[in-house]
């Protein structure tokens, strides 16, 4: 079946705009995680999703982030008043569920903030 | 200490030879560990799970792992150019994986 999907594949933005990334798991799988990779260095957790609820919203760099999952499928990351800081590739995975930890990542989304 | 640490390389290998990657976490309790592939440009791809001590074989690839030394290996056979990539060791923690920083691996014809 389908991967995992997420849109844009690449957005630029300006200083202080807000942008909504898109992630579109694989059918039937009920977790859901984002996560940011800068150039050239490791992944970044920032939030967990099982069903619509998410456990763990450790990861938010500030509270200019924040998501959300409806329907237990589609999900969306809001950063508001976006920082060059904030240019990173943002990384979606989904698995089975809660209980299974393989992970498989959608193509990303390349932000650039000029 | 992080908690899961790798090397981060450049490993450089010749065509043909065996690429060893290393890993270590500091979780004693972790039960799952995983390696992904990462080509420059590209998303992370899962290679390889192992949950028991020992190794497990696919392919060219073994994944090794020895909680007792809290050390878990990923042994690339008869590599290949097309092998070269970042690879990144995971761990389970509480509730998501633990990402290692990666090691670069660039295989040499």
């Known amino acids: 079946g389908a991967g995992v999907s997420q849109s844009p594949s690449n957005k630029v933005t300006e200083k202080g705009k807000d942008v909504e990334l898109r992630c579109d798991p694989i059918?039937?799988?009920?977790?859901l995680y984002w996560y940011r990779q800068s150039l050239g260095q490791g992944l970044e957790f920032l939030i967990y999703?099982?069903?619509?609820?998410?456990?763990?919203k450790s990861g938010l760099p500030s509270d200019r982030f924040s998501a959300e999952r409806t329907g237990g499928s589609v999900s969306t990351l809001t950063i508001q008043r976006t920082q060059q800081e904030d240019s990173a590739v943002y990384l979606c995975?989904?698995?089975?569920?809660?209980?299974?930890?393989?992970?498989?990542f959608g193509p990303g989304t390349r932000l650039t903030v000029t | 200490q992080k908690e899961v640490e790798q090397n981060s390389g450049p490993l450089s290998v010749p065509e043909g030879a065996i690429a060893s990657l290393n890993c270590t976490y500091s979780?004693?309790?972790?039960?799952?560990f995983f390696w992904y592939r990462q080509y420059s440009g590209k998303s992370p791809e899962l290679i390889m799970s192992i949950y028991s001590n020992g190794d497990k074989e696919d392919g060219r690839f073994t994944a090794q792992l020895n909680k007792a030394s809290q050390y878990v290996s990923l042994l690339i056979r008869d590599s290949q150019p097309s092998d070269s990539a970042t690879y990144l060791c995971a761990v389970r923690g509480a509730q998501k994986l633990v990402f290692g920083q990666g090691t670069r691996l660039t295989i040499n014809p």
């Open positions: 995975a989904s698995t089975r569920g809660a209980a299974s930890y393989e992970q498989y």
């Open positions: 999703f099982q069903g619509n609820s998410a456990p763990d």
């Open positions: 059918s039937g799988h009920t977790a």
């Open positions: 979780d004693r309790g972790s039960q799952s």
